[in-house]
Each structure stands twice: as structure tokens, then as C-alpha cells.
């Protein structure tokens, strides 16, 4: 892949930076010197340039967009479509996509999600307005930007809904999560698997989970035609019930049942921003048989009924624009003729570009030929076309040769077109077709019918349903003689291979591995802090004797001999105090000061502290102002730290020491006695106990010192 940075397109675009690789093309930021704006320039990739669907995908990209003009679609400037380098100029978008905010935020709330929906739909509807169905709509390809607007970009496999389109082969285009059950088969697509993917976006935003989910793409593809996804108030019970019913909506499989456009889902959204509680009544028809998943060569396009739906007033923009068809624009002419303009315009580029990128084929001669040993197995057929088939009855032809195609021998075609064959059966050989998909019981059925012996063999699927034929042997597509055996590959998911967990707690962390894996597990070591013996498993998950699929991931936690650091919530009772509003409280972890607390409120409530520590048997103590009001052990090695042997001490409230100098000695002691302090004793000058006299001097002295009402206090008096 080639580097532009630092190179100059066409004179005029000065390449800075990569911004995004993808699978088709590489997106540049770029400055445009004669506009004078940074854009963001998205180039073909140079291995891809010999690729003619790429090319066209590329192109129908640029063509998609060009006729596009909304607030919520990003703009194309300019395109390029050289032999050597093409390319389209966007407007470049600073942000992230939408994906990027799923995952940072893991569930987007409800009016988030609303906001952000509808400005997609507002996107869609003026796409399918213009005829364009945008067939790959996903959180990747939304761009969000910091005020909240969104952008819908990447219209690579878009196509014009009134002209064909069907997908270009037999695979679905697109992101497996996110296609319509029509796209998953191959079918025709309008605007309605574009509201499908909007829903499955929706449930993605409102659960933080997709609705379908394997490692295997093809597992997907078939839930998205057979399965229906958990509610969303399931995962997610926050979801108002109306945002719900929008969703499964949008999610309908048939498409009938879905929302006929954007404008009529936005209507829906509309009504239930006004009212959040709205209940919606949708009414679907409800098909008993069980839904097969068909192959695209047998699928036929049958009329469908539309759902019934409430009767709503019209939202005020309905209103606006019947204002606008009823009473005609002076300017339309002028417009008509404008459009007319650019349409002739865009014909004749477009002529031109198809008469120069044309790179036509004859289809060679396949009557008379085997499909499967003539046709399949030779690369220069299978590299230029692509094949659809049907079986006809035949008594003069041998089963498996071509009877007749379309187009014809001859006829010049693109290459990658699809050559429809049909091809011949006969009593004795029969062609296989139409099975997957069908439960046991029907496949057994239809291939008893047509005179083969049937042998079931369950496979494991877990992301699938039992009971699905998954596969066939022979394949289907392939022809098997009367009378013998076709061995049907049915899910199931019981699996066979699953085995018992051993139990390896306590054991080294090298023996509990090793007896894991021969168990036929794999492992994953995890170190956690623990007072157990370095090294010593101290737990598994899953949990020893549970049944776990061979192969699968067991964890086990090792222990680093350091003790585990948990966190004890203490609850120490506050004195009520008198004299005292406020006191210091400090809290010591053995010997060692943990943490103070200044001016706490002495008034008789309780507060709760935390101390985090490690270790059992773990000594604490809380003191108020310097005395001991609690302590006892904590065990920090326990899940919950657990607190124990605690011992609570009464809190003796102090306070200053009365000035009785110049007292009598009974006044002096009164006044002591009222502050409580009773031991007090009285001497003369030569140390002799008296009773009497006035106070000359006393110990303690007079200041702003605070005593227990136990403090020895003397007096003494002349």
C-alpha cells in the first residue's frame, strides 16, 4: 500500500496524515490550497486498481454521495477516477465513529440514543428520497462529531433502488451484524434493509450488546434469518417500552413488518420524545411455520401485506410539505430545468466512463456440459462468472449436464456476471438443494422423498438453534444416486467434547497448569495479592467438577505472598461534651498514625472512618483529643475486611482549672467543686493543711490548659 503523505495531488492537495485504512481505500487529511480548507481524501487502494468491481464500487461510492446534499451525510468536493490513482475529496469530520462511542461508553442512555437515530434517519430518508439505498449502514460508518451531530459516510456498496438491486453475487454485502435477513439471502434490497440495520444499531446502543452474536460469520447470517433477538428490556430494563417497540420493529424479519420508511420510524420517535410512556400497537401477521432459511436460487419474491398500524395525526413537517405540494413554486420550472441539466450531464459522464472502464466477455457454450466436474472444478469459468442454478427433469440427459442457460453462448457480458443454468436430473441421480436451513425432521422428510437413505450426525453450533441442518454429504448443489445415503449435519448444542473441570486449588501454579492443559484445557495465569504461599493457586473459574467445552479457557489465581489490601468501615461512637464543641480524633494502625480528623463534632453521633491495610490480626486504635475511645483487630486478608475484639472506653471531658487566687478558701472551694474538681487540698505558707484564709497562689496554675475533673489541684492561703 502506498504512502501519500507528503505528496501533493493533482496540484492542489497537499496530503498530511493516514486518518483511516479500510478494506477498499485509505483516508487522508488534507489541505486544499485553492480553497483554502482541510479535507479528508479517500484513495483506492493501489493493489485494488486492476479490480473492476472494486473500481465500481469506488466510483458508485462518489456517484451515491455527489447527488446528496443533508446536514447529517458527509460532503464530496471532488473526485478522481485516474488509471494510476482515484480518489474522492470529502469534507473532513473531526470526531469518532459511532462504533468508538458504543464501546467507550458500553450502553448509550435512551435520549442519547433517540437524538442520535434520528439524525441517521433524517440522512436515510433524504438518500431514499434521491433513490438511494445505503446497504451498509453500521456504527462504523457514522461519524460523531464533539457537538453531537452525526454523519452518515462510507456509501461504497450503495446502490440506485430503482435499478437492480439485487447484491452482485450469491455472498452478502456488508457487515454480517447489521444486514437485513434479505441481504443475509442474497434477495433484493430497498430502503427497508437500511431501516433493519438502523434497528440493529439502536439495540447495539440500547443494551451495549448486538443482537446476534458468533465467531462464525455464517452462524450470524443464518440467526439473522432464523432467530429473533431477546427484547432489549430484557438486557437493559431502563428502556422505555415505546423505545422497545421501535427497535423490534425496525428488526422485523419480513420486511413488511418493518417501518416503510424513514419518515415513518422518525414519526414513531417523534410521537415518543413527546410522551416517553407511549405504548405503540403493532399488529403483525403471524406465520406458524417455522422459519427456513432458502438458498437465493430458490427464493421467490412474494407480495407482502403491511402491517396495521394506529392512525396518527400528522407531525407539523408532514404538514409542511403537503403546504408546499398544494401551492406551486414560481421556481420550480427553473429547478426542473436545472435538474434536468445536471442529470444529462451526469448521463454523459457517466456514458463515458462506461464506454472507456467497459471490459466485456463472451459467455462460452455450457450446454452439454457437467456443472460439477466441467464447470465448477475450471477457474476460467468460475473466476469471470457467477452461477445460479435450477434442477429440470430430464429422461435423455444425463444427470448434472447443462440442458440450457441464460444469457445465451456469445453474448457479451461483464465479467462477474450471473449465468443462470439449468440443469439436468433423472430418476436415478438426483440433485441435493434446498436443505440447510430445514429442521431434522423436515430434511428427513424431503430426502426420503426423493429416494435416499438418511444418517444424522449432531454437530456442535452454540451460537446457533439444535435441530438445523448445517450441512450435507454429499453438499447440497451436488447430485447423489437413488437409493443412497446423505448423511445430514444437524446443531446441537450439547457438546460432545465437553470435559471436567480438575481441581488445582492449592496447588503450585506449575502443576495446576499442567494438569489443566492434560485435561485439555488452556490456562491463564492471573497474579493476585493474597497472604497464601507465593506461587499457590488460591482459586479457579470455572470452579473445580463444572463441565467446561474441551479446549476452553480456565483462570487461575495465583497468589504473589503479598498480603491482599482491603479496606475496614469502622463506626466510632462520639462523646457528648459540654464544654467542648469540637476535638481532634486520630486513628493509629499499630503503632503508626493512620490518618486525623480535625474539628469533629463532639455531639454524641457516631462516624464512620475507613482504613485500608493489609494482613490479619491487624491492631487498630482511635483516640479523641488524646484519649483512647476505641480499638481492636482487623483481618484484612478476608473478603470483606473483617472487624473483631473491639473494646470501646468512656471519654472523660476536661476543662480549665478557676482562677481562685484572692479567694476565701470556702468561696474557692465552691467554685471548684461546681467546675468539678473536688480533689483539691489547702496548705499555709509553711506547708501545713489548713481550712481557712485567702487564696495566695495555686497549682495548677491559671491558663488555657484543660484537666479531668480527677486532677489534684492546690491551694495555698495566709
Known amino acids: 500500500m502506498e504512502n501519500y503523505c507528503g505528496k501533493r495531488l493533482d496540484g492542489r492537495y497537499e496530503i498530511r496524515e493516514i486518518i483511516g485504512v479500510g478494506g477498499m481505500a485509505v483516508v487522508y487529511k488534507a489541505y486544499d490550497n485553492i480553497d483554502d480548507r482541510i479535507v479528508a481524501v479517500k484513495i483506492l487502494k493501489e493493489e485494488l486498481l486492476e479490480n473492476e468491481e472494486f473500481r465500481r464500487r469506488f466510483k458508485n461510492e462518489s456517484k451515491a454521495i455527489a447527488v446528496l446534499s443533508h446536514p447529517n451525510i458527509v460532503k464530496v468536493y471532488d473526485v478522481s477516477f485516474g488509471d494510476r490513482l482515484q480518489y474522492i475529496v470529502m469534507e473532513y469530520i473531526e470526531g469518532i465513529t459511532l462504533k468508538e462511542y458504543i464501546e467507550q461508553q458500553m450502553i448509550i442512555n435512551w435520549k442519547e440514543t433517540v437524538h442520535f437515530v434520528s439524525q441517521i434517519l433524517l440522512a436515510l430518508q433524504h438518500a431514499h428520497d434521491k433513490g438511494i439505498v445505503h446497504r451498509d449502514i453500521k456504527p462504523q460508518n457514522i461519524m460523531l462529531l464533539q457537538d453531537g451531530t452525526i454523519k452518515v459516510t462510507d456509501f461504497g456498496i450503495a446502490r440506485f433502488s430503482r435499478s437492480d438491486t439485487r447484491t452482485m453475487s450469491e455472498e452478502a454485502i456488508g457487515s454480517v451484524h447489521y444486514i437485513s435477513p434479505e441481504q443475509a439471502r442474497g434477495e433484493i434490497t430497498d430502503d427497508k434493509a437500511d431501516i433493519y440495520s438502523v434497528g440493529v444499531m ?125 401551492e406551486p ?241 469502622i463506626d466510632v461512637s462520639l462523646p457528648k461534651t459540654v464544654n467542648q464543641s469540637t476535638g481532634t480524633m486520630k486513628v493509629y494502625l499499630g503503632s503508626d498514625l493512620y490518618k486525623t480528623y480535625d474539628e469533629v463534632l463532639l455531639d454524641g453521633g457516631t462516624k464512620t472512618i475507613q482504613i485500608t491495610g493489609k494482613g490479619a490480626d491487624q491492631k487498630f486504635t482511635v483516640k479523641i483529643n488524646d484519649q483512647t475511645v476505641l480499638r481492636g483487630t482487623i483481618d484484612f486478608t478476608k473478603d470483606k475486611a473483617e472487624v473483631s475484639n473491639t473494646e470501646k472506653n468512656v471519654y472523660v471531658e476536661k476543662s480549665p482549672i478557676p482562677d481562685v487566687v484572692g479567694k476565701d478558701v470556702s468561696e474557692a472551694m465552691d467554685i471548684l467543686e461546681k467546675a468539678g474538681f473536688t480533689n483539691v487540698d489547702v496548705y499555709d505558707s509553711e506547708n501545713n493543711p489548713v481550712s481557712s484564709g485567702t487564696v495566695t497562689s495555686q497549682l495548677p496554675v491559671y491558663d488555657s490548659s484543660t484537666y479531668t475533673p480527677s486532677q489534684k489541684i492546690t491551694l495555698t492561703v495566709e
Open 329 to 569: 413554486s414560481k421556481t420550480m420550472p427553473i429547478l426542473f430545468g436545472v435538474v434536468a441539466g445536471i442529470i444529462v450531464i451526469i448521463a454523459v459522464f457517466a456514458g463515458i466512463l462506461i464506454f472507456r472502464g467497459t471490459n466485456k466477455i463472451a459467455v462460452p457454450d455450457f450446454v452439454g456440459m457437467n456443472y460439477n466436474d466441467e464447470i465448477l472444478t475450471n477457474s476460467e469459468y468460475t473466476d469471470k462468472f457467477k452461477f445460479e442454478t435450477e434442477s429440470v427433469y430430464s429422461e435423455d440427459k444425463d444427470a448434472g449436464v447443462v440442458i440450457s442457460q441464460t444469457p445465451e453462448k456469445n453474448t457479451n457480458v461483464k465479467k462477474g456476471s450471473t449465468v443462470k443454468l439449468s440443469i439436468a436430473y433423472n430418476d436415478e441421480n438426483v440433485l441435493i438443494t434446498g436443505v440447510l436451513g430445514l429442521t431434522q425432521k423436515e430434511a428427513e422428510t424431503k430426502l426420503s422423498k426423493q429416494g435416499f437413505s438418511v444418517k444424522v450426525v449432531e454437530q456442535y453450533e452454540k451460537n446457533l438453534s439444535p435441530g438445523l441442518v448445517i450441512n450435507t454429504e454429499p453438499a447440497e448443489g451436488a447430485f447423489a444416486v437413488k437409493g443412497s445415503t446423505v448423511t445430514v449435519y444437524v446443531s446441537t448444542d450439547k457438546n460432545p467434547n465437553q470435559v471436567t473441570v480438575p481441581e488445582v486449588q492449592g496447588q503450585s501454579k506449575e502443576l495446576a497448569i499442567e494438569l489443566l492443559k492434560s485435561a485439555g484445557f488452556t490456562v491463564s495465569a492471573v497474579d493476585q495479592d493474597n497472604e497464601a504461599e507465593k506461587g499457590q493457586v488460591i482459586n479457579q473459574k470455572p470452579t473445580a467438577g463444572t463441565k467446561a467445552d474441551s479446549g476452553s479457557e480456565v483462570t487461575i489465581y495465583v497468589s504473589t505472598g503479598v498480603p491482599a489490601e482491603r479496606t475496614a468501615s
Open 202 to 326: 439502536m439495540y447495539e446502543m440500547l443494551t451495549g450488546q448486538l443482537p446476534f452474536q458468533s465467531d462464525n460469520a455464517v452462524s450470524i447470517a443464518i440467526m439473522q434469518l432464523q432467530q429473533e433477538a431477546k427484547p432489549p428490556r430484557e438486557i437493559n430494563p431502563n428502556i422505555p417500552l415505546g423505545l422497545e417497540q421501535i427497535t423490534m420493529r425496525a428488526m422485523q424479519k419480513k420486511r413488511s413488518n418493518r417501518y416503510h420508511s424513514a419518515a415513518e420510524m422518525l414519526l414513531d420517535i417523534d410521537e415518543f420524545k413527546r410522551n416517553p410512556s407511549i405504548k405503540f400497537n403493532y399488529n403483525y401477521f403471524v406465520d406458524n411455520e417455522p422459519t427456513k432459511y432458502v438458498p437465493r436460487n430458490n427464493a421467490a419474491n412474494a407480495a407482502e401485506q403491511p402491517p396495521v398500524r394506529n392512525e396518527r395525526r400528522a407531525s407539523a413537517a408532514e404538514k409542511e410539505n403537503a403546504a408546499e405540494k398544494e
